[in-house]
């Protein structure tokens, strides 16, 4: 079993810009030695936003809540929406709109001017608003790689259904479903490609019981509660948290890169409540192999040395940012 480390969720929320309130719960740029970089390479930042209820918005067509046209570069960008509608544009030519259970997975690259907003429709009815927004570094070797997008509709995330490992009749109870965003559950490939060797799994309990997720032991390990309340490892953690898992217990070598790599156990179990109904409790798990490169970022830069993040704000300045 993957012991944990520590549960981080006291962070104060905050507006970024007016469309999204969220907690960031990962920071590559905070300096804490027990929580830092090093702890969750290879991803760099994480904002939790929590469902959050926005009235109709009269002026959705002229001033739509988010945030206006931005800069990212080095980086990948990952959005999950789990209520609501996120609306995008770019300098090259994308844009779309992220429906409730969507993924989108932007590859910034060399560099790419991007805005979001909540979509025309949610706008106009408004309701119950909640994401995650995922920032994933990039090697060296593919800093500079074209930007790209993976539009990832719900209906294509393949699903796995979670057995209760706690049945004493030995019976076959489904317990939830995992999507798989990206990485691998067992032989079963998730949808999104990816430069490193990364676990994306958005998981949902709504029945009682308990079961395992198996992860690389040669991956930094994070699991977040999106919704609800559960016990991950015999200890609860409730809606907002982020559980950081010790430090993998093995390192990738050449030879193993040929070979089934070993996983470690992570436990949940979702008790039954007194009255027999079960609101879901909705989880996202992290892991990812360690790039192990050194990281110079500031805002929405993210390069491997000074001199990259001197040239880099250079080029923006002098309009040469997207060239």
């Known amino acids: 079993m993957r012991p944990i480390k520590n549960i981080h969720g006291d962070k104060a929320p905050h507006w970024v810009g007016d469309g999204f309130y969220v907690k960031t719960l990962i920071n590559h740029l905070d300096d804490n030695p027990h929580f830092n970089y090093s702890h969750t390479d290879p991803f760099l930042l994480f904002d939790y936003g929590k469902p959050t209820t926005f009235d109709p918005n009269p002026n959705y067509k002229t001033q739509p809540h988010g945030v206006g046209q931005h800069p990212h570069k080095g980086f990948e960008t990952v959005t999950i929406a789990y209520e609501g509608e996120i609306s995008h544009a770019d300098s090259v030519g994308g844009q779309g709109i992220i429906q409730k259970g969507d993924v989108q997975w932007m590859t910034a690259g060399r560099g790419i001017m991007h805005e979001e907003f909540h979509s025309e429709a949610f706008g106009q009815r408004g309701g119950v608003f909640s994401m995650v927004q995922l920032w994933v570094n990039l090697p060296s070797a593919h800093k500079l790689t074209d930007p790209n997008y993976q539009s990832i509709k719900r209906a294509d995330l393949p699903i796995v259904e979670l057995i ?73 953690v409730s809606a907002g948290n982020l559980i950081q898992f010790d430090a993998p217990t093995q390192h990738r070598t050449d030879g193993q890169a040929q070979q089934t790599l070993a996983t470690d156990n992570i436990e949940l179990h979702y008790p039954a409540t007194e009255n027999g109904k079960q609101a879901p409790v909705k989880l996202l798990l992290l892991s990812g192999e360690p790039i192990g490169e050194p990281v110079a970022g500031y805002g929405p830069f993210v390069m491997n040395t000074q001199e990259e993040l001197r040239q880099t704000f250079r080029d923006y300045q002098t309009g040469n940012f997207v060239k």
């Not at 049945?167 to 079963?188: D, S, V, Y």
Request: charged share 10%; net charge negative.
């Open 164 to 236: 209760d490992s706690s049945n004493p009749n030995h019976q076959t109870t489904i317990i939830g479903k995992a999507a798989i965003i990206a990485g691998a559950w067992q032989e079963i490939r998730g949808a999104a490609n990816t430069f490193t060797p990364i676990n994306l799994w958005d998981i949902e309990l709504h029945t009682a019981g308990a079961t395992t997720l198996k992860v690389p032991n040669t991956h930094n390990t994070l699991l977040l509660v999106q919704e609800g309340e559960l016990l991950v490892n015999g200890t609860s």
